[in-house]
């Protein structure tokens, strides 16, 4: 079946509509470097955590659900990161934090895919909870990044592409991969769109609830890994932002 106009227009219009305006605006704003390769790229940089979460978000919400522990996760994850590297290095350090939030993916899988908790009340609850482990940690306080070769990483370049914007750009081909062509995320567009279809013809819903949860811990276990690198260290309720 072809593509028409209109198919195309429901997918990209957003994206067509905000091109065409920040052109408009560089050709108004002419002595704004809207579209400066360097600018492009600070804002690449910026996006990339807000980017994280919105990946994970989408994948659950594809199959229905939603995920609120984002908020704790960023806050939590981010500031074991920063009290983790004065024990161990950074890339140790960020292992262990992605291994975390695993772990809180598999909860959030396990309440919601197999004991049928409301996702809306179990994520809820793991937020709150991973709020007051942080709090519990740092007595609520911030803590700081001290190691200098940590935070170099945050503004280290590889051709021109801040590390954070790399970061994104890979996060995105491989998310786009998964959704588009992939038969896993086939199955997740089944059962957001009719879960009882989904159950007729043999996919395993639960399951595939369960892993999109795991997925979009992992998303937000990176994504609080990289705040706390742009913000030199773990903020108390840094996921509210």
Same mark, same amino acid.
């Given at each position: ?6 198919? $195309? #227009? ?7 509509i905000l091109l065409l305006f920040i052109l408009l605006a560089q050709l &108004?704003?002419?002595? #704004? %470097? #809207? ?7 600070? @804002? ?5 955590? =807000?980017?994280? +979460? ?18 704790? !996760? ?42 049928? $908790?409301?996702?809306? =009340? ?6 709150? @909870? ?12 911030? +803590? ?14 590889? #051709?021109?592409? %801040?590390?954070?914007? @790399?970061?994104?750009?890979? !996060?995105?081909? =491989?998310? *786009? &991969?998964? &959704? +588009? ?5 086939? /199955? ?14 043999? @996919?395993?819903?639960?399951? &595939? /609830?369960?892993?999109? *949860?795991?997925?979009a811990s992992l998303c937000f276990g990176i994504a609080g890994v990289i705040e706390s ?13």
């Amino acid at each position: 079946m072809k593509s028409t106009a209109g198919d $195309y #227009l429901a997918k990209f219009g957003t994206v067509a509509i905000l091109l065409l305006f920040i052109l408009l605006a560089q050709l &108004i704003f002419s002595d #704004l %470097p #809207l579209l400066s390769w360097s600018n492009l790229m600070n @804002i690449a940089a910026q996006a990339t955590v =807000l980017s994280l +979460v919105a990946f994970g978000l989408s994948i659950v919400m594809m199959c229905g659900e939603i995920d609120l522990s984002y908020v704790g !996760s960023l806050g939590l994850l981010g500031t074991v990161f920063v009290m983790l590297l004065d024990s161990v290095n950074g890339l140790i350090a960020a292992l262990i934090v992605i291994g975390l939030s695993l772990i809180i993916g598999i909860l959030n899988g396990i309440f919601i895919s197999k004991w049928k $908790y409301s996702s809306f =009340l179990a994520t809820l609850s793991m937020m709150f @909870i991973l709020m007051g482990l942080q709090r519990g940690l740092t007595n609520g306080r911030a +803590v700081w990044i001290d190691n200098k070769d940590v935070l170099a990483v945050a503004s280290m370049q590889i #051709l021109s592409v %801040p590390f954070p914007a @790399i970061i994104l750009i890979i !996060s995105f081909v =491989l998310y *786009f &991969i998964f &959704i +588009v062509y992939s038969n896993a995320g086939f /199955k997740l567009k089944v059962i957001g769109e009719n879960i009882e279809a989904a159950k007729e013809v043999g @996919i395993k819903t639960q399951r &595939i /609830k369960w892993w999109a *949860f795991i997925f979009a811990s992992l998303c937000f276990g990176i994504a609080g890994v990289i705040e706390s690198l742009r913000s030199s260290g773990g903020v108390i309720d840094s996921g509210w932002a």
